[in-house]
Every structure is written in structure tokens, then in C-alpha cells.
């Protein structure tokens, strides 16, 4: 083997684990899944449909994001209501618990179970 062919090999295997490394990383709705299951799950349920295991020890229950009323909200009204939460009814504010790009993060996933629906005006 000559010195240039080692050298190419070489290369070779640094680019293969490179790619290797870039596949690893998790997209944003990754991201956000395990965001909400720290945060969120235990209300919000593993569904996302309010059923979560602390659910049943609240006066008010957590939202479905299944629900029309809940899909018609869009990203920003979401954001808002993450990050000031709910007074008296058991939703925290997370405003200083999370950043504003795990914020959108959490949306993605949110999103991604249970799609945004527009109203025509
Ligand atoms: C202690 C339980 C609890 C936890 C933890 C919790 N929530 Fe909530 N959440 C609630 C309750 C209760 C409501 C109010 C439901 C209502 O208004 O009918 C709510 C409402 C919401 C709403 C408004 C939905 C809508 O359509 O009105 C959003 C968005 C939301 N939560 C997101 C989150 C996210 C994201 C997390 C994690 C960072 C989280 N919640 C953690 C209990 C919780």
C-alpha cells in the first residue's frame, strides 16, 4: 500500500464518521419529545391527550392538544401559553424553566402529533 492510498483510507474512514455522527443528532421534534416527556408528560399525557398520570390529582384538567380548539391555536398563541402558563389552573409558567428555542422545540412536537388547523377568514 502506498503512502497516498493510506492517506486516502484514511480519509475515507474520517468522512464515514462524520456522516455517522451527523445522522445521530436528533431533529427538533426529537428535540421536543424529550422535552415534553420531562416536563409535560406526567399532565399532558403520553398521547398528548390530557390523560397524563397526575392528571386525575387536578381540579382542571390538562388541555388535549387533539382538540380543534386547541389545533386552531397557532405557534404564537402556543408559545404564549408555555411560557405564562395558566394561573390557578395547574399549567406552570415555563418562561424561566426553558429557553425560547426549547419553547419552539416542544411546538414542533406538539405539532407534529396534533397539526395545526387554520380557519379560513
Ligand atoms: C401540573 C400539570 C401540568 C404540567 C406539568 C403541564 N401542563 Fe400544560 N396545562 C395544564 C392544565 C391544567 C392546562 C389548562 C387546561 C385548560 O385550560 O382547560 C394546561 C394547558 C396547556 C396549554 C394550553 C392548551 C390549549 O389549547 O388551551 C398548553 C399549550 C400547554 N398546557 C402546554 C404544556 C407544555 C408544553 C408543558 C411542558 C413544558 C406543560 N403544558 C406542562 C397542566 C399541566
Known sequence: MTTKML???????ILSSLGALAETRLS?????QRIYQRNCLHCHGVRLDGKGPDAASLSVPPASFHTY????KDDAELAKLIKQGKQFLGMH???DTLTEEQVQDLIAYIR?????????P
Do not use: C, Q, Y
Not at 7 to 12: K, N, Q, S, T, V
Not at 69 to 72: A, G, V
Not at 112 to 120: D, E, I, N
Open 28 to 32: 427538533t421534534i426529537d428535540v421536543g
Open 112 to 120: 407534529s402529533a396534533a397539526p395545526h388547523v387554520k380557519v379560513k
Open 69 to 72: 380548539l386547541s389545533r386552531l
Open 93 to 95: 409558567n415555563w418562561e
Open 7 to 13: 492517506i486516502g483510507a484514511m480519509f475515507a474512514l
